[in-house]
């Protein structure tokens, strides 16, 4: 609720417990949720490296658990990090693989 209050500081902190948490008792799902929450927060606060960081992440407990589900909003969020970046040839490779999931 606090990122669509636009509070990402607040979400941060709250994602950030979760992950612990997550982490403590070995839920990958909701280990990915707080991981994407936190890229949302950065994200939000013109942070974008550290949100493709985080969604880089994202991707990597999909592998690790053999399921994908947001893996495409993953990608394409990744590429709008870029864009706003003003890395447009990375943007573009990232939007190239988030169309390639949607279509799947």
């Known amino acids: 609720r606090l990122l669509k209050q636009q509070q990402a500081s607040g979400a941060q902190k709250q994602f950030e ?5 997550s982490r403590m008792i070995g839920d990958c799902t909701q280990e990915r949720r707080a991981t994407r ?17 985080h ?6 407990i ?4 053999k399921e994908y589900t947001g ?3 993953a990608y394409g ?3 709008d990090c870029y864009t706003e970046l003003g890395n447009f040839e990375r ?12 279509e799947n």
């Open 62 to 65: 999909s592998q690790e658990m």
């Open 91 to 102: 943007a573009a490779e990232f939007y190239d693989k988030y169309i390639v999931r949607m």
């Open 77 to 79: 969020s990744i590429a």
């Open 37 to 53: 929450g936190l890229a949302a927060a950065a994200r939000l606060q013109g942070h974008y490296k550290i949100a493709i960081q």
């Open 55 to 60: 969604l880089a992440r994202v991707l990597e």
């Open 17 to 21: 417990a979760a992950l612990v948490l």
């Open 71 to 73: 893996d495409a909003d």
